[in-house]
């Protein structure tokens, strides 16, 4: 799976390309070199900065505003996108607290399933279209569940939910295990889950206004 590379990493490569390039100028002008090859060189240091550190900034403060007064419950979004960055590292001792959070943070399971749901619903339907077929739901399960297993005791779970979801299951899942398997299940299926996540927030609070929810 590819890691998404580091915001700080980026702040800090700016920083230092600026730094070492104002260094550069300094000396150029201390002993006496061309002021124009001194100029180019503040300028680059400039485009350098606002690439990697005013840009990303102004991102941020962007999304923030966007996701202000959206209908998505950041303390149900915060527990719920936890459990699935848990997942994504594959590992149980990340998983299991992450999970059992639901229950002791105050947050509507209910509500989490739902937003859980709706997330799986995207990531399926952005894959394979709105109707996938039992194969399509089967070979997503099969190249999954090696991963799937080391954070789940019954990785076949996640079938049967995605079966389910799309009204092709011949029986249902009690609620929590569904959350539950759905969640780790886009931990391990998403290559970059933090980025993937930002990005459908806008469309699960389009699902949450669509279905007249307030949650």
């Known amino acids: 799976m590819i890691r998404p590379t580091s915001r700080t990493a980026k702040w800090a490569t700016g920083l230092l390309y600026g730094a070492w390039l104002a260094v550069g100028v300094g000396v150029s002008v201390r002993w006496g070199r061309s ?16 690439v990697y550190a005013v840009v990303p900034l102004a991102r ?3 999304l923030s505003a966007a996701t202000a007064n959206d209908h998505v419950d950041d303390n149900t979004w915060k527990i719920v996108t936890g459990i699935i960055l848990a997942a994504h590292h594959m590992d149980p001792r990340r998983f299991v607290p992450a999970l059992t959070r639901l229950g002791e943070d105050g947050a509507d399971a209910w509500a989490a399933g739902f937003y859980v749901s709706v997330l799986m619903f995207l990531l399926v339907v952005d894959l394979f279209g709105a109707a996938p077929s039992v194969e399509d739901l089967h070979q997503l399960y099969v190249g999954n569940a090696k991963q799937l297993k080391t954070v789940v005791v019954d990785p076949q779970a996640l079938e049967q939910a995605l079966l389910e979801m799309f009204g092709l ?3 249902q899942m009690p609620y929590g295990r569904k959350t539950a398997v759905m969640a780790a299940g886009l931990g391990v299926m998403l290559d970059q889950p933090r980025r993937w996540l930002r990005d459908a927030r806008p469309r699960l609070a389009e699902a949450i206004q669509t279905a ?4």
Do not use: F
């Not at 124009?36 to 503040?42: D, I, K």
């Not at 007249?212 to 949650?215: A, D, P, R």
């Open 35 to 50: 002021a124009g090859a001194g100029l180019l060189l503040v300028l680059v240091a400039l485009c350098l900065v606002l």
């Open 60 to 62: 941020r403060m962007t």
């Open 169 to 171: 299951a011949e029986k």
């Open 212 to 215: 007249g929810l307030g949650i």
